[in-house]
Each structure stands twice: as structure tokens, then as C-alpha cells.
């Protein structure tokens, strides 16, 4: 290698969870690491999620509850096979699951406090062979950024910038209905005013967990610049030797004599790139940081990679309630259609899925049927009751004075029926009141005859714990009726580069980029098209980073 600036062993484009794992394994393996950062905070969109990483069989359960055998048959049986979606196989997911365990606690071992995210958070697909009805998350607990000293203002802000723990937070929803979430949110108000009067400055979900990992990198000795994008990686006879930075304005060629590791985001923000690959979708509805733009995906394509999986994302339903276009984190869709007593239909005032369940497949089947009925947007369909007992949008929409501006903006519709809804609506009102019929009887039932909302464990973890016998199943029958528009929001694309099973950068035939890794969802996801649970982001991009950077320092055969 010749006519570099400076030269690292190993350099990491992008600063999110992988990053830092790969990081503090080559940190301890005695190499030198720079991450490079182009936004001018440290963490990705890592920092700005919850944070969650599914890891099977994980040091946090039970004895007993999990194996590796029980991850790989659940991840055989809900992703499998497909030569659409070359990002995953038998043989890497197998890598996943024996890895991941590893990585977390490799990071434990690092100083860097995790737990377990909840005993119940089941898989999103739990029925299926291997599956998990209590919970394979982990999280990292609350973090101080104090402790980060001058990088603390570069830590990416987080949603939750509180001392509360990630399922504490979650419970507070049902606050009115349990003495005991009472006393958690009592717990969670003490520690805001505690950590006031002590000037400690805790985030908690994915800040914290980047907080964490980005303070055990500093005292690793991992060199992390900030505004300073990559625009190019260095190919010197087939290998890459290096990348092209930016240091005082100018072009800064970096050496890296192990290998470079991509784990530089998706491409939600980028709106050619979604009406090339994932039409109908908006980079206004992500959730995703500014500097998820897709530059990398397309250098990585530039050198040899191959693209694959691009038409997915990583949806999150959201509802466009006033001044959606400004809100840090858009408002949920998920729990306000996973509620007993509310429903989803498309434009012809027709049900046509599983309101609750994975947030991925809700909003791919939304694309799906907006292909042959008009479902962008779609409807989700409550009643009073609804109204008094849950937030729309964070707000109360069930009482005699509305939110500002949700009735004037034309966000709120409400009428004294379910037909007088539906003319407001623009929905033959015969269709829409057939379709509130029968979603009642299949409550009266107690069996959504349909879609089987609320079989799964996680469809009843995301009811209400408090409705009995089925915590998602509940009529709509008390007016006011309500509607309010949903779309499929996304926290991520999940397509990109082809990697193997050490998250080596593949060409079309094959063969390995010499020098070239990626990890995150700058690659196609080791998950193929679906989202098993929780923190199926998260956690491969972490593992794989640990992955790479083990492969690349010849570590394989040591837990590092």
C-alpha cells in the first residue's frame, strides 16, 4: 500500500452497533481502529432505536429456556430458504446464532452493562418450531452520558432520554388500569427529579446501549472522527486498501492493513433510491437518521459488491397525526391497531390482515395490497371506549375537547356511527359497518376466524394485559366512532451487499472482495425477508461486526 495519509489496521465506516463491537475486538487483538462517522454524532441509527438486540439462548435467561438448536430451528422455520434472498442461508444463520451469544458476552466482558429486555417479549412468529413465548431481547441498561465527558454531546440523541428502564417505559401506557404501573411510573418520576437536582444526564434503549459502547471504544483507544463521510474505497489489485475520508475539507486517503468494515445505515433517506428499489414508499415516513442515504451501498456495488434484498425494509407503522413531518420519532401505529377494540381496514372499508404481530409484515402487506385495492393509507377503526382507555398519536382523543388540531386538520374523523364514519371516510358505509359486524362476532367467538389475531403470545403482548379472556380481542360498539389515517413508516432499509458468513463482501460469483466487510443493514439481511423479533437489527449487526473483525484479525478460532 502506498501514498496513504495515514494507515489503521482496521477501519470502520459508519459508527453504529457492529462498529463498536469490531472495534473493541480488534482493540484487544493489540490493533489500531478508526471509525469514521460523515453525521456529526456517533452512534447511527442504533442510538436512535430501542436498542433491542435478539440474541437466542442468551447469557440473561434461564437456565433450561433456550438453546442454540431451539434459535436455529425457529430461524430455519420462519426465514428459510430462497433464492431471492441471498443475504441469508442455513449456514449463516447457524453463524448468527452460535455467535451472537458469544459477542454479548464479549461485550459484557468489555464493561458494558446489559440485561435482559423483559421475561415477556416474545418472537414475533413464536408459534412456529423453536419459537419463544417469553423473551430472547437484551438491552443495555440506563446510562449516564456524564460519564462520556466531552463526547457526550456527540452521543446521537435517543427517544428516552430518561433513567427508566426500556419495559418499565412500555407499561406506562396501561398506567390507569394497575396500582403497580402506577408506583413504576411514581419509581421513574423520582429518578427524573434526582437526576435533575444531581445534573446526571441518563438516556436509556438504543442511546444508552451506544453511550456504553461508544465510552468502552474510547478507553479501548479507538480513534472515532465525526463529519467525515467516506467517498470512496481504495482498490489496489483487486483488494480494498483503504478509504477516501475527508479531514480539514480536503481528501484524506486512509490505509487499513486488515480490512475495512461497512456498517454504514440503510438508504431510508434517500428518496431516489426508494422509488428505484421500494416504490410507494417515503423517506418523510422513516424514522431513520439524515445520514441514512445509501452512499456506501452504492460504493460497495462500484468495487464488485452485489445488491440484493432491496426491495425490503424494516417497516414500523405510523399514523401522520399534526406535525408528523417535525416529530423526532413518528407517531406508533403499531400499538394504536394492536389495542383490543381497534381494527385496520383499506380504502373499501375492508379488514385484510393481522393487526397485530410483526411491524414488517404489516407494512409489507400493506404494500402488497395496495397493489390491487388502494391501503396507502389505511384506517384503523375504534370506538369510545378505545378513545378513553388508550392515546392516539400520544394524545387523548376521547374527550369532548380534541387535540389541538387533529378535528381541523382532517386527521380525527369521528361520527355517532359506524356508517356515518364511513361517509366521512369516502367508504360504501354497507362495507364498513359488515366489516365492524364481523370482527365482533369474532370476538364473541373469542377466534379471529380471518387472520388469527391474538393465537400468538406476541399478539397478546401487544394487547392489553388488563382485557380478558384474549388481551387483543375486543368489540367496537360503543360511539363515538373514530378513524385515523396509518402508513407504513419504516426504521430502516433492509437490503444491501451480499456478505458470507464471516461478513466478507461477496462478488456475483461468489468469491470474497479481499479487504472489504460489511455488516448492518448496509448488507442484505442475514434474515432474508422477515423480521423474527425484537432487535433483529440490532443484534446481527452487532454480532456480525464482532464477526468481521475476528475473521479479519484471524480470531476465529478464539472467543476474542
Known amino acids: 500500500m502506498s501514498g496513504f495519509d495515514e494507515t489503521f489496521d482496521w477501519v ?38 430501542g436498542g433491542v438486540m435478539w440474541i437466542p439462548n442468551n447469557r440473561f435467561m434461564d437456565p433450561g429456556e433456550d438453546s442454540a438448536e431451539k434459535g436455529i430451528t425457529y430461524l430455519d422455520s420462519v426465514v428459510g430458504d430462497d433464492s431471492g434472498f441471498p443475504g441469508t442461508s442455513h449456514d449463516k444463520r447457524l453463524t448468527y446464532v452460535r455467535e451472537a451469544t458469544k459477542a454479548i458476552d464479549f461485550l459484557v466482558g468489555q464493561g458494558i452493562t446489559l440485561e435482559r429486555a423483559s421475561r415477556f417479549w416474545p418472537d414475533y412468529y413464536d408459534e412456529l418450531p423453536g419459537g419463544c413465548k417469553t423473551s430472547r431481547c437484551v438491552v443495555a441498561k440506563p ?18 432520554p430518561v433513567n427508566a428502564r426500556l419495559e418499565d417505559g412500555m407499561q406506562l401506557a396501561f398506567m390507569k388500569k394497575s396500582w403497580k404501573i402506577k408506583g413504576i411510573f411514581a419509581k421513574i418520576a423520582f429518578n427524573v427529579v434526582l437526576s435533575k437536582l444531581t445534573g446526571k444526564k441518563y438516556v436509556t434503549a438504543g442511546a444508552a446501549l451506544q453511550g456504553r459502547m461508544l465510552q468502552a471504544a474510547l478507553k479501548a483507544g ?17 483488494k480494498v486498501t483503504g478509504v477516501v475520508t475527508q479531514k480539514d475539507g480536503k481528501p484524506w486517503r486512509v490505509g487499513a492493513t486488515l480490512g475495512v468494515l461497512v456498517n454504514a445505515g440503510g438508504f431510508a433517506q434517500n428518496q431516489a433510491m426508494r422509488d428505484k428499489y421500494m416504490p410507494g414508499t417515503q423517506a418523510a415516513w422513516s424514522n431513520t437518521p439524515e445520514g441514512d442515504t445509501g452512499d456506501m451501498h452504492v460504493e460497495m456495488e462500484r468495487v464488485g459488491g452485489i445488491l440484493a434484498q432491496m426491495d425490503q425494509m424494516v417497516g414500523y407503522q405510523t399514523t ?49 395490497r395496495n397493489q390491487t385495492v388502494p391501503a396507502v393509507p389505511s384506517w384503523a377503526i375504534f370506538d369510545q371506549r378505545y378513545a378513553s382507555e388508550y392515546q392516539v398519536a400520544n394524545k387523548w382523543v376521547g374527550k369532548a375537547e380534541k387535540p ?148 479479519a484479525a484471524n480470531l476465529d478460532n478464539q472467543t476474542a
Open 404 to 551: 389541538e388540531n387533529f378535528v381541523e386538520s382532517g386527521y380525527l374523523k369521528q361520527a355517532d356511527s359506524v356508517e356515518g364514519l364511513a361517509k366521512l371516510l369516502n367508504v360504501d358505509p354497507a362495507a364498513l359497518k359488515g366489516t365492524v359486524d364481523r370482527w365482533n362476532g369474532f370476538v364473541d367467538k373469542g377466534v379471529d376466524e380471518d387472520f388469527h389475531r391474538g393465537d400468538r403470545a406476541y399478539d397478546k403482548w401487544l394487547g392489553d394485559p388488563f382485557v380478558a379472556p384474549n388481551p387483543s380481542l375486543r368489540r367496537i360498539d360503543q360511539g363515538p366512532f373514530y378513524a385515523v389515517e396509518i402508513i407504513p413508516g419504516d426504521v430502516s432499509t433492509y437490503g444491501g451487499i451480499v456478505t458470507d458468513s464471516s461478513s466478507r463482501v461477496l462478488h456475483g460469483d461468489g468469491s470474497p472482495i479481499q479487504g472489504l466487510y460489511a455488516t448492518g443493514v448496509s448488507t442484505a439481511s442475514p434474515m432474508g425477508g422477515v423480521y423474527p423479533g425484537a432487535g433483529a437489527s440490532v443484534g446481527p449487526s452487532m454480532t456480525f461486526g464482532y464477526v468481521a473483525a475476528k475473521h
Open 320 to 368: 401522520r397525526a399534526p406535525g408528523f413531518e417535525k416529530d423526532f420519532v413518528k407517531p406508533a401505529g403499531q400499538s394504536l391497531t394492536g389495542r383490543p377494540g381497534a381494527i385496520l381496514v383499506d380504502q373499501s372499508g375492508v379488514r385484510y390482515l393481522n393487526e397485530g404481530g410483526s411491524y414488517e409484515l404489516f407494512c409489507q402487506t400493506m404494500l402488497e
Open 12 to 49: 470502520v465506516v459508519g459508527s453504529g452497533a457492529g462498529s463498536m463491537s469490531s472495534a473493541l475486538v480488534m482493540r484487544q487483538a493489540g490493533k489500531s481502529v478508526l471509525i469514521l462517522e460523515k453525521t456529526q454524532y456517533v452512534g447511527g441509527t442504533t442510538a436512535k432505536s
Open 143 to 160: 446510562f449516564n452520558t456524564n460519564e462520556l465527558g466531552a463526547w457526550r454531546e456527540k452521543l446521537r440523541p435517543g427517544f428516552l
Open 222 to 238: 479507538v480513534t472515532i472522527r465525526t463529519d467525515s463521510g467516506v467517498k470512496e474505497l481504495i482498490v489496489e489489485d483487486g
